[in-house]
Structure formats: structure tokens, C-alpha cells
């Protein structure tokens, strides 16, 4: 079976790197660790990604909600304020499988009932662009899920127990976020689920200051070439190709150095 996660586009990928990346970094791992740093800055990524999938209020909204407690209504808030639970879950937790679903779990406590929330989903499933409602690609079938999850993360626990240089972690984080999209495994919340891993694979590997790296919002400001990347690699599970995945991958360094 063909590896998920593999070092094949590595040298491509290096090649598009911006200058000055890593010192860039480094100015993120110079603002202060504590709670209300946390607090601000997963509260803009929470939002950015919230966004991305629909919720309508606004990142100084939801910035007020957490750092000032300004009261919205429950329906703005409840789907942001689970996954911002999930985002301090993570924080405190180990990146395992029994973790991870958990996290799931945790983020989706007002998006699916019970009964799928940490599971994965049996049906086949066509993915859209929440903001223009047009199809955007078809995930793996129902019928491959578990297998397909099972290899994804066999391979990811093998990376995360494995030492990368600086680049090579933005290599796989992005990879994975990318990956596990295509898989889509849940019933819902795959979209906010994936770039929280991105998130605590970053902090595996680079340290709690990950954290901060506004990945989720450059995502959301650059939302049409986040879908147009995430489609370059194919439409069609079964015809995915991971050698037009360069320009997705270069997202997350960019959200790091912006040009």
C-alpha cells in the first residue's frame, strides 16, 4: 500500500519556502507563555477556522467574548467556545488517537449528536465550500474509511515519534492537515478537526509557542486559495495526486513569513 505521509515532494516543497522562515518563527516564540496569551491568540485562530466553516460572528466579536466576557447570543458562540475547549484540550494532552478523538468529541458537542461525535462515519460523503456552497471534492467512500484512518495515523505516530529538522515538521504538519481532509473521516467537523492537528502536531515538534502561529487565520483571509489548493490535488479520492500538493503545503510557512 502506497505511503499517506512520505518525504516524496520534500526537495520541491524546500524549494518554495520563503526567505528568512525560520527567524520569522523564532519572533513567534518570543511572545510571552501564559494563559491570556493563549487565550488571545487561539481565540483569533478558533474564530478564523469557525469562519471558514460558516459561523458568522465576527474575530474582534469572539475576541471580546473570550478576553473581555462580552455576552453574544448561545448560537453565535456554542460551536467557536467547543472548539476552543478543544484547542486547550490539546494543549494539555498528548497527540495519540484516543486523544485526538476525544478532541472531536469536544469540538463537535453542539455540531452532531452523540452518537457520531469521536466515530467514524460509514456513508460516502461529497465535501463543500461553505461559503459558496459548491462542490468542492469527493472523500474517501465510506467503505475505506477506517482502513484509510487506520494507515493515516499508523504513519503519522511513526512521524511523531521520529525527529524533524524545522522544515520537515511544516512539511508533515501541512501534509497531515491535507491528508486527513481528503480522507474526511468524520460524519462533520473534519475541516476545524484538521487544522487543529496541524496545530498540535506544530507543538509536538516546535514547542508550546506553535500555538501561535496564525495558521487558521491565514487561511480564512486567503480562503479562495485555500479551496483552490486543497483542490489541485484531485477531486476524486481514488485519483488524488500528491505531487500538485506544493502549493497547500506552502500555505502554513506563509502564514509564519507572509510575503
Known amino acids: ?47 478564523a477556522s469557525a469562519k471558514i466553516e460558516g459561523e458568522s460572528l465576527e474575530i474582534d466579536s469572539y475576541l471580546k467574548h473570550k478576553t473581555q466576557e462580552v455576552e453574544y447570543l448561545p448560537n453565535l458562540t456554542q460551536k467557536p467556545n467547543d472548539l476552543f475547549e478543544a484547542y486547550e484540550f490539546a494543549r494539555d494532552h498528548s497527540l495519540t488517537l484516543d ?31 461553505q461559503q459558496t456552497q459548491q462542490i468542492q471534492y469527493e472523500a474517501a467512500f465510506g467503505s475505506q474509511v477506517k482502513s484509510e484512518f487506520d494507515q493515516f495515523w499508523k504513519e503519522l505516530s511513526k512521524i511523531l515519534s521520529s525527529k524533524l529538522t524545522f522544515q520537515e515538521s511544516l512539511f508533515f504538519a501541512s501534509l497531515v492537515h491535507l491528508v486527513f481532509v ?39 483571509t486567503h480562503l479562495g486559495d485555500y479551496y483552490q489548493n486543497l483542490g489541485r490535488v484531485g477531486l476524486f479520492y481514488e485519483k488524488l495526486d500528491y505531487s500538485q500538493a506544493i502549493p497547500f503545503l506552502i500555505m502554513l510557512p506563509k502564514a509564519i513569513k507572509p510575503d
Not at 112 to 126: A, Q
Request: with cysteine; aromatic share 16%.
Open 1 to 47: 500500500m502506497e505511503k499517506l505521509l512520505s518525504f516524496q515532494y520534500i526537495k520541491e516543497y524546500q524549494q518554495g519556502l520563503p526567505a528568512g522562515l525560520e527567524e520569522a518563527f523564532l519572533k513567534i516564540k518570543e511572545k510571552p507563555w501564559n494563559l491570556d496569551s493563549f487565550k488571545f491568540y487561539t481565540a483569533v485562530s478558533v474564530m
Open 99 to 129: 486523544n485526538f478523538l476525544e478532541a472531536h468529541q469536544i469540538c463537535t458537542k453542539h455540531l452532531l449528536p452523540d452518537s457520531s461525535r469521536g466515530k467514524l462515519r460509514k456513508g460516502n460523503m461529497l465535501i463543500m465550500n
Open 182 to 220: 481528503k480522507i474526511h473521516p468524520f460524519a462533520d467537523g473534519n475541516g476545524r478537526t484538521a487544522r487543529l492537528l496541524e496545530k498540535w502536531f506544530l507543538s509536538n515538534k516546535l514547542g508550546e509557542k506553535a500555538w501561535f502561529i496564525p495558521s487558521e487565520y491565514f487561511y480564512f
